[in-house]
């Protein structure tokens, strides 16, 4: 399978299943996309008339780019066969019993009331909480035992607002640090805050223990301040903008994401994207919200056009200013073309429910932060472990070859069939398909695709 598109004056070919991209000249483009269902005299002549008065397009130069291409088709470079769906299944069988990461709810409980928060204003529609350190240890002491032999343990302290639970989340670093030792582990921190209540001591902290910190602003001014207001319905942009600027300024610039959510009202997210990098931030992430489609907020048909223009904009922006030595780096737009995610990642998808999991503040387990609430998905809690394994076989199950819908698409083997998540709230199955999540994480791929080649171009030129 081969998907072709141009983009910024690129005519791109990647053939999906080898992973191999070509920059190509229009005639190659052309017949590559001819290829597979027409014979080499059909397509000479479809070639001749279609480039006619182009002088060096001739029918021998038109032999020789289809002897080209046919060489690449036996070199396994295009039109490369799908032989990987017999290991999906298997590869999550090996990996059943080893979990990597859990997602700490340390507050069930928040200091804004952003409308569009898909955790109920931190409550999970449920009640207002907070994590005990009891629980937390339980928590990681479950997630050392059921590890194996990995050594690299991954913890989000998440919310609500996990800030509000402070001293619990100090406490419970300590204490990972204090066993990780004698458990042949290395634990890796993330902290995700609104940044309301970030000081010194929290900043200090973070910079020390934390691998990776995640802030929520949403760019510019009144967009930010439209959702994320206190519950005395004032805006939090004046108040956490100074605060952000300290700690990424305290962080050497980096291990650090500024991560927004774009809605209806702002389908034109570039210009938030422009006030992050106004503002000194450079590690950015911008994400579509995920709501009811009858949600004011929800982005509609008509916005699409809008938010697929401001991706390609997007990334002719990130080539313009790594030329001007001023690069930023976009979320989305991270892909490695030469290495990037193994194989068993590429078509067993996320992990949640089975390597990954999330944990509220009362110990229960679930698949991860956007099942929190949802019974059904109660995995188990830290202490008996997984009890619930109809659920998680449902989870065991979800790889990239249980979804008909995502069989033929460019695409599956960089998303690895999506989030379970977005598609269970879209159809009510984790192996459903959430079709407009689906169209932006193509149009992402094929910028961060036109990107790489966009590099590779000026390298050569540049030698």
């Not at 934390?210 to 760019?219: E, Y």
């Not at 269970?424 to 689906?438: E, F, I, R």
Request: glycine letters at 8%.
């Amino acid at each position: 399978m081969i998907h072709r598109f141009q983009l910024n004056g690129f005519n791109i070919v990647l053939d999906v299943c080898s992973g191999s991209i070509h920059a190509v000249d229009e005639l190659a483009y052309e017949l590559i996309g001819l290829f597979e269902e027409h014979s080499l005299e059909e397509t000479r002549a479809a070639m001749l008339a279609k480039f006619a008065g182009v002088p060096e397009i001739t029918a021998e130069e038109i032999d020789r780019c289809w002897e080209d291409i046919a060489a690449l088709k036996e070199d396994g470079r295009l039109f490369t066969p799908d032989s990987f769906e017999p290991m999906a299944g298997k590869f999550k069988e090996r990996s059943a019993d080893v979990v990597k990461a859990l997602c700490l709810h340390v507050a069930h409980t928040c200091n804004l009331n952003c409308s569009y928060c898909f955790a109920s204003q931190g409550k999970y529609h449920g009640e207002r909480a907070l994590m005990s350190f009891e629980v937390g240890k339980q928590a990681l002491d479950f997630l050392v035992a059921h590890s194996g032999s990995r050594r690299n343990l991954e913890v989000d302290f998440f919310g609500g607002e996990p800030l509000m639970n402070f001293q619990v989340v100090k406490d419970l670093v300590a204490y990972a640090r204090s066993i990780e030792k004698d458990a042949r582990k290395n634990f890796r921190f993330t902290l995700t805050t609104n940044g309301m209540l970030i000081d010194d001591d929290v900043i200090d902290f973070c910079n020390r223990e934390m691998h990776n910190v995640v802030l929520s602003l949403d760019g510019r001014q009144k967009v930010h301040d439209r959702f994320r207001v206190d519950y005395a319905g004032r805006g939090s942009w004046e108040r956490i903008v100074p605060k952000f600027q300290k700690l990424v300024a305290a962080r050497g610039g980096k291990d650090y994401y500024m991560r927004g959510t774009f809605t209806h009202l702002n389908p034109d997210f570039l210009n938030d994207i422009k006030t992050m990098l106004e503002l000194g931030f450079t590690e950015l992430s911008m994400e579509p919200v995920v709501c009811a489609p009858d949600d004011p907020m929800a982005l509609t048909e008509q916005d699409l056009p809008i938010v697929m223009e401001q991706y390609e904009e997007l990334a002719k922006l990130m080539l313009q200013r790594e030329e001007e030595g001023r690069p930023f780096t976009f979320y989305h737009y991270m892909i490695d073309l030469t290495g990037g995610p193994c194989i068993y990642k590429r078509i067993s998808g996320c992990g949640s429910g089975t390597e990954y999991m999330a944990v509220t503040p009362w110990g229960d387990l679930y698949p991860c932060h956007q099942f929190v609430g949802e019974e059904r998905f109660r995995l188990g809690d830290v202490w008996n472990g997984v009890t619930n394994h109809a659920a998680q076989q449902e989870f065991a199950d979800c790889n990239l070859y249980a979804k008909p819908e995502c069989r033929d698409c460019w695409a599956r083997l960089y998303c690895s069939g999506g989030c379970a998540a977005n598609a269970y709230h879209a159809t009510g199955s984790v192996t459903g398909v959430y079709k407009s999540g689906c169209e932006l994480f193509r149009k992402r791929m094929e910028c961060a695709i036109m990107m790489a080649v966009a590099r590779a171009a000026r390298e050569a030129e540049d030698e």
